[in-house]
């Protein structure tokens, strides 16, 4: 019985676009790369190491959320009545 590993399935520019789990002889027969605990999906191969991918963006504030709902309920553009409600500053 042979054993399994992880792999990574590595796509244009290195990116991992899946971890599979499968045996040496698999992984040989379609290219894939030994995982480490350092690959992620989106994250990045060089050819000898992982990288892991970007942080993704912070959330808005929920006041920025709330004020694009209002503007776009009652169809004004956000910015014009953000301006508006501080008053014009």
């Excluded at 920025?64 to 501080?86: F, P, R, Y």
């Amino acid at each position: 019985m042979s054993s399994t590993n992880r792999y990574a399935v590595i796509g244009e520019e290195g990116r991992v676009l899946n971890i599979v789990v499968a045996d040496e002889a698999t992984a040989k027969k379609h290219g894939w790369v030994a995982a480490t605990p350092e690959c992620k999906l989106s994250g990045k191969w060089d050819g000898q190491r992982f990288t892991p991918p970007p942080a993704p963006a912070p959330a808005p504030p929920r006041e920025k959320v709330l004020l694009k709902q209002l503007a776009d309920e009652i169809g004004v553009d956000a910015g014009q009545l953000e301006w508006t409600l501080k008053g014009g500053k």
